[in-house]
């Protein structure tokens, strides 16, 4: 990643309101029920790379987990959630880091990512992407991922995407991680179009 890369989404949240950005959602609906799905207790460990603005933090927050990290390369997203979330910021860790350069010091149970890893489009991010994943979890994590399905968009905040559908997906988490379950969302962005998105879950052996 270059610095052009965190110019570029420092900039964004600078000059967009939050609930105006494409991937904006009102409610993290498939994050929350692929957690609900796997019925983990409020003291799991959860990582948001690439968390942003998204309110997915204040809705566990809400729910009372007590070991939140909120990661992002664009400080100003982080500003964003921590405002909104006043005093409850002070429950969740927030890092401003490049995943692609970043070292985990502990393990997550689950590791989220909702549209962050398609924008690794040349190997070698998605190499040391992988890198940090897998020093950043352990054997039993989850990790529950988004980006864009084959037949989405070809961009994103104006870069390029790398689409996946799960197979693909697979390949890029094997064979640290087994595929549990996948699924398809027709994401509904505020300005009224339509995204495709791939989801899946994966479980580290
Ligand atoms: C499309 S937005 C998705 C934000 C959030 N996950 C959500 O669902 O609302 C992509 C996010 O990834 C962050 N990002 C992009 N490249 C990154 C990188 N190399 N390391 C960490 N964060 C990154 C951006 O700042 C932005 O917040």
């Not at 420092?10 to 799905?37: F, H, N």
């Not at 393990?107 to 890893?117: C, K, P």
């Not at 950043?136 to 559908?165: H, K, M, N």
């Not at 996948?182 to 495709?196: C, I, K, L, M, V």
Request: glycine fraction near 6%; charge should be negative.
């Amino acid at each position: 990643m270059t610095g052009a890369t965190r110019e570029h989404w420092d900039d964004v949240y600078r000059t967009k309101a939050a609930d105006s950005v494409s991937w904006y959602q009102p409610t993290p609906g498939p994050s929350l029920r692929a957690l609900d799905e796997l019925h983990l207790p409020a003291t799991t460990s959860l990582i948001d790379v690439g968390g942003g603005a998204s309110n997915l933090v204040d809705r566990l927050v809400e729910r009372g987990w007590s070991d939140l990290t909120v990661l992002d390369i664009a400080a100003p997203a982080l500003e964003v959630a921590k405002a909104r979330l006043q005093n409850d910021a002070g429950r969740v860790a927030w890092v401003v880091a490049d995943v692609t350069a970043w070292q985990p010091d502990r393990h997550y149970d689950v590791w989220h990512d909702r549209a962050v890893f398609h924008f690794l489009t040349e190997p070698e991010q998605r190499l040391a992407y992988r890198r940090a994943r897998e020093i950043g979890t352990a054997p039993g994590s989850f990790v529950i991922i988004a980006t864009f399905a084959p037949d989405g968009p070809e961009r994103c905040s104006g870069l390029p995407v790398q689409r996946y559908d799960a197979a693909a997906l697979a390949a890029e988490f094997s064979p640290a991680f087994t595929l549990q379950r996948d699924w398809r969302e027709d994401h509904a962005t505020p300005a009224g179009g339509r995204q495709s998105f791939q989801w899946c879950v994966f479980r580290r052996r």
